[in-house]
Each structure stands twice: as C-alpha cells, then as structure tokens.
C-alpha cells in the first residue's frame, strides 16, 4: 500500500498536477507517524510512510493547505472523506487546490491496545496474515490485528469514500450493522445518577489541553469561545467541577449536525476519555428526531439542524 | 541500606498512611497508573510511569491564590494561604525526581514561590528505580540514572522484595518511623537489580540519543533553522505536550467571581496556545511556528543558558506517547542535530 | 513568608485625564503615603480584581515621597476599567518589578537624550524628575518628545510648566501633523533626532515609544555617531507573574520582567528578534 501510495504521488508531482502531497511521515518507533507536506520527489522517498498506524485524520490541514499556492495530494481513508465533505459544505476547503485520493482502509491499530497488553519497549511491529509481530527488547510477541485495532475501527461505520479524485485499493461499502450507538444505548439505559456519575467520572480527568478541540474537524471557528477573553468563559482550567463538564457539553452541542464520527477526540484524548460517546448521543438522537442523517456523506445535502421543516419535532 | 520483604509492602503503606497522607501510582482503569491516595485495599501500580506527572503535587493544576472582598471602593485583600500537611508520594520513576530540580531552580529562586515551597517542604518522596523501561524513555541522554533515582527515599524492587535507601535527613526519618518493618541489608541485591536495569537501558531505541547540536549558548545557530517551519507544522497548538510533561512549568493567573468576591487562582498554561503572549496591540509570536520554537528552545536552550547548561528535559517520554500527532522533543533534538551546518 | 503574588490595596486618591485616551492615576496607601519603594523604570502590576491585572510603569519619580503615579492609556480590559474609575476607589498594586534604568552607574555624570513617542513619555517621566531632583549627578538634558497632536502629548502641563524652565533642559516637542494653535515642530520623532544633530559625546540616550519609532530612530542615533552601548529602551510583552516564572515575556533566554524591561541595545541584539 505505502508502495503504491508513493508511486502515485511522486507520478503527481512530477506531472505537475499537485505540488506538494499531504501524508504522513516515518517516526522514531513503528507507530508514531506524524502529518507531514512533502514538496519533493526526495523528501517523498526519504520520508514519505503508510502503516496501520497512520491514524490521524488529515482533512482538517486542508483548511490551511488548500488557501495556500498550488494544488495538494491529499490521502483520505473513508472515514476522513466524511470530514472532508463537511468541511466542503461549510465552506472552509478549496476544492480546487486539493487533489483527493482515497486509500482502502480496513481499520487502524492503536499502541495503547498493544501497551496495555504489556508490551513495552516496542522496537519493531510486523504485520501478516492478520497478525502483528511485535519486538521488544524484552522479547517478541504475536498479535492478533483485531485485538489491537482502534476502538473507533471496531464500529467502523463506513468503508465507502463519499468523494475522492482517484482510488487506491477498493471502495468498499457503509457498514449498516456497525453497532456504535451500543455504548450509547448502555448509557441511555442508566438512571440519571448512574448516567452523572458515569460522565463525572470521565470528565473529571480532564486536563483541559484543548486536545479534542484542536484535532476536531468540525471545531474550525477562526477564534473559539473558550478562548476569547471577552467570552467570559475563557478558562485554561476548570475554575471547578461544574466548568470541567460544561466545556465538553458545550462543545459537543456546538459540532451537533456537523460531527461526522471521525472518532479523533476520543483518539487524541491524553487522558482516554471516551469523548466520541456525546457526539454519537446527539447523532443517534437527530436520526431519532429527524430522520436518518450521515454528517458530510453528502455536502448538498440539507443538515437537519440547518433546515426547518414543519414535520421537525418540536421538544 | 533497609529491606522490605515482598509481603509487607501493604504494611508498610499502612504504617506511612497512619502518619501522613500517602499517594503512590494505582490503575484508573483505562489502562493507565495515576496517582492515588492509599487507603486499605488500594493496590499499588507497577506501571512504568503515571498518566500525568508527579509535578502535580507541587505544582497543581490549578491553585488558589488569594481572596478579595469588594465592598463599595473598599477592596480587602485576604491572604488564604495555609500551611500544607505533611504527605508522602511513593514509586516516582528518576525522571519525575529529576523534574522537581528543574521546578526548584525556577520557583524556589528569589523571589520564591511560597506557595510551590509550603508543598515541597511537606513532600517526601520515596522513588522507585525501573526494572522495566520502554522504548519512549531517555532520561539517560540528560544524565538521569534510571537504575539509581534520586527523592528522599529510593527503593529498588529485587527478587524477594525491597531495597530502601534513605538520601536526605526527609527520607530518614520516613525510614526510622517505619523502621519495624525493615530489616538491614547490604547493596548486592540493588546493584543485581541496577545491572539488569542497564542493560536493558542500553538496548532502547533512543540509548543513543545525545544532547550534541542543543544546549546552553546555541541561541543564533538555532533560532532561524529553516527546519522549524516543517517540524511545526503539523503541529495542532493543543496543550496536551506541556500538560503531561514533568518540566513544563508556565502559569496564567485569572479571577474568578464566586458570588461572594473575588477568589484569585493560578492554572497551568501553554507555550502553544495562541493566547499566551497576545496583547492588547499585538502577539510577538503569531504562528505556531514561533510557539512551537519557543517550547523547544526553552527546553533545551533557554534554561540551559540561565541553569548552569542544565536541560529542561528529564525524557519520561509522555510527550513522545501522547502527542495526538506524534511531534515531539526526540524529533526536534534528531532534526536539530542533523541539519546543523557549523 | 512574604509573597510577591498579593498585592498591596491602594487608593486612587487623583485621576487626571492626560489626553483623550490616557489618564494619570495617582496612587496611596489606606494610611497615606507610598505602598512601597521604586527605582526610575520599574513596573508593577496593577489589577482591579475580577477584572485583570495588567504590568505598568511606574512614571512618578522615586524621589516623589507622597505617592506613586501610573499613566494609563486606554487599550484593553483592564485599563477600560481603570479610566471608568473614579477618584477614592481602591485598586490593587504588587512590585516593584524589573531592572530599572542604570540611574546610580551608567547615567551618572552623563549627558542625557530622553526620545519618547505617545504614553512612551510614562516610564521616561520616572526618570526625568528623578534626573531633575538630582540635578548635579547629571549633565546637560534633552528631551525629544512627538504625538499625533498636541492633544495626545502626555504631561503637557508639567512639560511646559516645569521642564522647561529647569536649568540646563532643553525639550523638543513635535506632533505628526500640522494643527491649528501649534507654532512648534510638526514631523515624526525619528527624523526630529536626526535634525536635532545631538553628539555622542559622553551622552546617552534613553526611548521609549511605539516600535515603529523605535525602529526609525536607532539607525538615526547610529548614523550621528552614537554607539548602541549608549542607548536604552524599555520593553513590554505580556506578563502575568512579574518575577519571571509565568514563562510568557522571555525573549530568548531573557524575562521581560525580571531581566528587563530596561534594555541597552547591544544586550537586545544578543537576544532573538521575537519582540
């Protein structure tokens, strides 16, 4: 795949169609690949890396990319197609400067998965046949690939790409029996304090490192309202417990109708806090309420926070 | 040299936990160690390193700082300050104990920070030197040796049980009030422990990873390295890298309006926020880019230049397992290190 | 133990409106006199709680036993506040902080140029009176000092009133543009300097004033022959402890706070352009 990916792009950029590529970039470990411009043939070849790992979801370096010169190769998995439509539908992409190809995904791993199995000292994880081989300096260990993918993988709602340029690897189908609203309903079966003290427990971990923020694709206001002073609720720590839930309500209420599932808070989340959980409640909630409605699938598509119908419930 | 035998390590927390609060590293549950306060049944964590740092007992997350009452013109400063309660932290790695030195020589420098100062006299620390490291540490690269940690107490974890080692008059009197549980014992158990540790160490992926291309005086080699420019900018201005990490020590100071005054609090703060040098006419660093450098250059430049060529890195490698994009200080020092042109 | 964090409460026993945007607030302790000792240059920080506290100049000389003075130009949350005040309300005070300008050594027995643009005349003014109380350590004194308009010149009052009869001052004002009741030089600052054609002999030259001033006027000073060991400024970047542990106002390896704000321009050019 990384052979075929780079391939592609170096044939891009020396065509002239693209001049510089959105991808990743090779780590000091196996798994710890960050988001990188390559503008070169020789940093592409030097650096340019593919894996299991590249988690991270690029579409939202394409609101500063695409205002830039020239055009840019980016590489979406399926679930990053989504953000990227969104962020086509309210604007904040140029459509003309990206050049979007779609790589075949089935699912990413997450080290924390293979770290909390004990594995420590990590020097070297081979994949085959649907099993990590991972070398430590305190030995080697076989994984099945399964147990070490992502949460977020694991419900996968998606292996369709709702836009792209060109392919890499299949398209593949929505995945109608994806099971992600199962924590969700677990969480609407509680009574309310069971509910409280399952949130307070979560959220009082909090750091407030904006984390989630930052990453969210949907989160892209030029200036946010806990940061702006004259908000007065621009606060770089919980002034108390209150505050510490508010701001990650307040913000999933902001990305409601927008939040395509993308799963990068809860990804990001120094302090694992399942954040995806109030989001996929709002969705779950709108397809309730509204109708079935898939964030970013597609971008002409009327949101159901955005439009008022007269069948819309009420409360 | 004290020995603790494998079944009376519960007796010993116990005994601590009768005198003075004891915190020591317990699984939360998602996997990760934190920080805890023992009470019985409290199970101690043998995870390479908390979730958070231990920075957090001296220097909290947030922290009130005084009160006023307004009334009219009248404003009546109230000085809240109170004397903190002895307390113990157990099982802190050498990293986190080489942080609190970087802490001291910037808040126990005139004028000293009462507030960092009333926690650090009532600390002991007990730490707990590592059997197991992982392929993110590189404390050895700044001199810390993770088979020898310092603190009040060390304590070594050998096949039959504890090796205590008293280092400071604190960590003394710790070891003589628990002293019933101790045995004497000589240093042959801890230097088979150490040995191990070691060799291990000098298997890790960053073991060769040195500090040549940074330091103390390199301010006009570094400062306009083109290769800030790509190391940043992936960069997503989150604050999770200065959060999590041992050394990072900025501070903003706000007021909050409680109803009934003013209660006036410090928390922490990041370099890489856009709002840490705004001004009312201007920002002198506008871009991540200027951000980014500056968190970098602090830590291996800046503190160095004004701390004896000491490094504002003790290499925990939270950074390095928590940045969200995977962008952090063994990158910069690699990048610096490779593109110098002197 | 003391703590530099808690600030002293002080009243605001005079409010002066200065110019349109900028007001001298003069400030007592509850039992009278001064809330503490200052050299020429320092800051403090000021705050009217719940609001903000914000790092200011104190522009009163130390000589002054009576009170201290703030200028305050009106350009942020706590300063809207502060110029919403009215007399006899209490406002927070702490420092004093920073290293002042080298009043005791490097100034004394020298000549001295003071150029100064806008509120840049506020911690210039410290140094002035201080200057003038302490007439025989120092030589001959020029003060070059521009504004958009008269209206906006700070300390107008005192200016003409008594700096200019002080034996052995000479005061330069200009204003940017022409305006009607102004017989006196119309032009920027940094060209002014250079007209002025001061000589580097045995002088120094202290400015304070919008970057952009500062920026025109040191190629000016270098072209008359000045040295940059001569000359000092004074800088501000966003503070909020003072004493150079909040982390926010180093430049390089420098705290605004603590290791400055006065600066000599051979000492700035050893730090990063990052101000």
Redesign the interface.
Known sequence: MQKMMEKRALELLADGTVSRVLGWSA???PY??????FETAEELQDGFVYNDFCG?NLSK?LIKESRKEGKILVFLKPCDTYSFNQLLAEHRIIRDNIYVIGIECYGKADV?KL??MGL????GIYMKDGEYTVE???GSQTVKAYEAMAERCLACKSKKHVVYDELIGEDGEVVTDCNRFDMVEQLEAMTPEQRFAFWRGELS?C?????C???CPACSCEQCVF?N?NSGV??????NSFEENMFHIIRAFHVAGRCTDCGECS??C???IPLHLLNRKFIKDMNAFYGEYQAGEDPDKKPPLGTYTLGDREA | MKKLSLAKLNDLFAAIAQREALYLPVDNGTGKAEYTKWQEGTVYSTALNTGRSAKDFFFPQTENLMEFKMEGKRIDVIDTREECEDFVIFGVRACDAASFDILDRVYLTDPVDTYYKNRRQHGTVVTMACGRPAETCFCGTFGIDAADPKGDVTCWTVEDGYVLRANTEKGEALLAAVDGLLTDTDDKAVQAAQEKTRAILAKLPLAALSTEGVGQGLTKELFDRPEWASLSEACLGCGTCTFVCPTCQCYDIRDFDTGHGIQRFRCWDSCMYSDFTKMAHGNPRVSQLERFRQRFMHKLVYFPDNNDGLFGCVGCGRCLARCPISMNIVKVMKTLAKGGNK | MEETLIPYAGIVTKITGQTPDVKTFRVEAPEGGKLFEHEPGQCAMLSVPGISEAMISITSSPTNKAFMEFSVKKCGCLTDWLHSMEEGQMITVRGPYGRPFPVHDELKGKNLIFVAGGIGLAPLRSVINFVRDNRADYGHVDIVYGSRSKDDLVNYDEIVGEWMHTPDFNVHLTIDREQEGWDGHVGFVPNYVKELDFKPENTCVLICGPPIMIKFTLPGLIELGFDKTQIFTTMELRMKCGIGKCGRCNIGNKYVCKDGPVFRFDQLDELPDEY
Request: hydrophobic share 35%.
């Open positions: 780590g000091e470990f710890d690949m960050t988001p990188a411009v991270a370096y924390e770290k909390a420590e000292g990590i020097t430590t300096v305190y971990r750091i407030r490192c904006n984390a923020r930052n990453v940061d002073p621009a606060q770089k720590a919980a002034v990804r990001v120094p302090q694992n």
